[in-house]
């Protein structure tokens, strides 16, 4: 599904241009749920941010492949049409806009993209409500201006019950734990866990090893010094929540 | 073009093409020489058939108009426009205007596109055709029945002015022009015109007492709500509008009207300066709610042949808990320099005013609001939300003021600027005096710009950027877009969508 090689990417900043991916290769198939941990600074935010499109990182080497299209070609709004979905480690205010109005222009958006009809009211309404139902979130915050005035827990619950209306291919999640105290963190995890199928891939950003706790991974990866250290099983999670990234820090 | 669903029911249920008398007066193709003095007033008052006070009236704003230096305060700039070298009175858009949408800046053909406007509804818009003249797309079959409602019907079918006009005067609402007004209800004329904006008021506002050919004159009489919102799109002849209109609204006591102006289509005119005047009187415990979606020409991509808008609009809240509230979309024109006021004069009466100003590519507006207490215990409200994107300069000006009598007089004004892109500018000049110790004015102000993360917030959830810069700028303006009659809200939503393309990226 997702076919990560020889990735390498910088950004610009005051101090000029830094390389931070360094030849990251990774592979996701159709139904798998990838972890990916690390020390902060590893470029954890990065990976997720260029398979979404966000600007202001140059890719100068290697590709990533898309269900066989080459998504860095890709505007953000065409990747999210083809099944991209970000989960955002602070999802952004959008004053004035109702989350409703917010999700209606997402989903018609996403659907006339791929050639579909657009949803009517009613039938919007029902989709929604059976993603918000999921989250539990209440018709109440559906009401309100996206994201604002929202609580830590109410904006990564928003960003899950989005993932469930748009039934993206590939769910991208950065950090969704930070933040969480620990009911939260179950009732998010519990709705990444009911969109789990054998055609759906998750790819879990997470500093620490327990939203892995909640979201069992198939694999674990180690991100350090911008390139995957360490592949393996879930136990590798369990080691590093022992043991720590020291030893990767240095190897970087 | 904001036909309200009402209306286009209403419309359809009547049988259009049965009625086809030609009524729609032939407007005289004669027009009065170039330039201004006393004999081309003289022509238009007598081509209105106006009686010899009206004359006076005109003549006296003209004597004093050649006094009057023209103002250079706002932060607009154009070039120095001579006077003498404009037509005061000829028939519309006959000469110089396009043959055929061929000749018509693709630009705007592309907008109405946009807005989903039938193509003989263009070419009015556009000043290929007028109304009522024979199209020559009516050859093609090109079929539409709301456009032809919507325009056609609405504009030239007898029957349908006149059930509006049966039911409005059912209730004694006088709806007409107001050259039939002052022909035809001199004594309500008489007594009220010019009692808001005086003909010594200001450079165009006394050009326009001068010179006014056309508008639209309301009077609700006491106790009556009106049953319907008044539109200038159920006015007959309307495609006159002209470059000097005014109009005069009068709520008597305890009456409500809503005033529906302007168009949500881009209008082309030949005229370039337009000089409006619009005087509200609401009397006790009367209200008066106008609403303008103002979409003029604002030029092409070099800002060349946009209209100049300088209007004078004010209220005058004369009778004691009267109320008046302006709710204003200005998307359109080259240059908009205006500011809806309210004169709070009668105890515990109220003033209001929400506002959109949208710029983009060159435009430049200069607009905001009045607000002046003289009343006890007056109260007004300003919402106001400047959007500048392209090359645009866009200006909030407002004044609010409490005279020494104007116990207890409150204000709240909230002015908020949203800037799209690094090569436009808002400006926000707000004046507050207050004379009187017991007076509470609060005002907040904010300048912000479209982040690039709510961008790409909304980018990543499929929503394309342009749909995103709509979706942000509404969410904007939701205060004041919630102020609109519903049928015109959903409008001004999607022209704002409109005016903004291209402004990222």
């Known amino acids: ?252 | 073009m904001p036909a309200v669903q009402e209306t286009i029911d209403r419309v359809a249920a009547i049988d259009v093409d049965k009625y086809k008398y030609g009524f729609v007066t032939d407007i005289e193709s004669e027009k009065a020489p170039k330039g201004l003095n006393e004999e081309v007033i003289a022509f238009i008052s007598a081509k209105k058939g106006e009686p010899q006070w009206m004359l006076d009236w005109r003549l006296e704003a003209y004597r004093r108009w050649l006094t009057l230096e023209e103002p250079d305060w706002s932060t607009v700039s154009y070039p120095k426009i001579d006077y003498n070298d404009l037509y005061y009175y000829a028939a519309p858009k006959v000469k110089d205007a396009p043959n055929s949408l061929d000749e018509v800046d693709p630009e705007l053909l592309r907008t109405y596109e946009k807005l989903g406007i039938p193509l003989k509804e263009q070419e009015i818009l556009a000043g290929v055709r007028k109304q009522g003249e024979p199209s020559e797309l009516d050859e093609a079959g090109e079929s539409n029945p709301y456009g032809r409602v919507a325009v056609d019907a609405v504009f030239d079918s007898v029957s349908v002015v006149t059930t509006f006009k049966d039911e409005l005067a059912k209730a004694g609402v006088i709806f007409c022009s107001i050259s039939e007004a002052i022909r035809e209800h001199p004594e309500l004329v008489k007594q009220y015109l010019g009692t808001v904006v005086p003909t010594s008021d200001n450079f165009f506002a006394t050009l326009n007492s001068a010179v006014f050919t056309d508008g639209s004159f309301v009077y609700v009489p006491p106790g009556v709500r009106c049953p319907m919102e008044l539109s200038t799109y159920f006015r007959i002849n309307e495609q006159n509008t002209g470059q000097f209109e005014r109009t005069l609204i009068i709520a008597d006591k305890g009456s409500y009207v809503s005033y529906l102006e302007g168009c949500t289509a881009p209008q082309r005119d030949e005229n370039q300066l337009h000089a409006a005047v619009v005087e509200l009187i609401a009397l006790d415990d009367a209200e008066i709610k106008y609403s303008t979606v103002q979409n003029w020409y604002p030029g092409d991509a070099e800002g060349k042949g946009g209209i100049y808008n300088f209007v004078t609009k004010r209220g005058d809240c004369r009778g004691k808990r009267s109320k008046i509230s302006w709710t204003q979309v200005e998307t359109g024109s080259a240059i908009t320099w205006k500011y809806p006021s309210c004169i709070l004069r009668g105890e515990e009466s109220r003033g209001e005013f929400y506002s959109i100003a949208i710029s983009n590519g060159h435009q430049q507006i200069d607009s905001g609001t009045k607000m002046i207490h003289l009343g006890k215990n007056t109260s007004s409200r300003i919402i106001s939300k400047g959007i500048a994107a392209g090359q645009s300069l866009n200006t909030y000006r407002g004044l609010v003021r409490a005279n020494p009598r104007a116990k207890n007089a409150r204000n709240f004004t909230q002015c908020d600027s949203l800037l799209i892109g690094d090569k436009c500018a808002a400006v926000t000049i707000p004046y507050v005096e207050s004379r009187t110790g017991t007076a509470q004015f609060e005002h907040e102000a904010t300048t912000s710009k479209i982040s690039d993360d709510q961008l790409f917030y909304c980018r990543a959830r499929g929503i394309g950027e342009e749909e995103a810069v709509a979706l942000i700028v509404n969410g904007f303006v939701r205060d004041v877009i919630q102020q609109l009659p519903m049928e015109f809200a959903v409008e001004a939503q999607k022209l704002i969508g409109v005016s903004l393309e291209g402004s990222v990226g």
């Not at chain 1, 610009?12 to 690390?38: N, S």
């Not at chain 1, 480690?89 to 004053?95: A, S, T, W």
């Not at chain 1, 928003?158 to 769910?171: H, T």
């Not at chain 1, 939260?184 to 620490?208: C, K, M, Q, W």
């Open chain 1, 1 to 252: 599904m997702l076919a990560i090689e020889n990735l390498h990417a910088s950004v610009e900043d005051g101090e000029g241009t830094r390389e931070i991916l360094k030849g990251l290769d990774l592979e996701i198939w159709p139904g798998e749920v990838h972890a990916i941990m690390g020390p902060n600074g590893a470029g954890k935010s990065t990976l997720g941010n260029i398979i979404a499109g966000k600007d202001g990182y140059e890719v100068t080497e290697g590709s990533v492949k898309f269900l066989e299209e080459d998504l860095l070609e890709m505007e953000p709004e065409e990747r999210a049409a083809a099944g991209i979905f970000l989960a955002f480690q602070y999802p952004v205010e959008v004053p004035g806009v109702a989350t409703m109005t917010f999700l209606k222009t997402a989903l018609n958006a996403q659907r006339e993209a791929r050639g579909e009809k657009a949803l009517s009211t009613p039938e919007f309404m029902k989709a929604v409500k059976g993603a918000a139902d999921k989250l539990g979130v209440k018709q109440e915050m559906l009401r309100r201006p996206i994201n604002v005035g929202f609580s830590g827990g109410e904006k990564k619950r928003n960003e899950i019950m989005q993932m469930a209306l748009l039934e993206p291919k590939l769910c991208v999640l950065d950090e969704t734990d930070s933040g969480l105290d620990i009911d939260a963190l179950r009732i998010v995890s519990e709705g990444v866990n009911s969109l789990r199928s054998p055609e759906r891939s998750f790819l879990v950003i997470t500093h620490y090893q327990r939203l892995l706790d909640y979201i069992e991974p198939d694999f674990v990866h180690v991100l350090a010094g911008g390139k995957i250290v360490r592949s393996g099983g879930p136990e590798l999670a369990k080691e590093l929540e022992a043991r720590g990234y020291a030893e990767f820090l240095e190897a970087a």
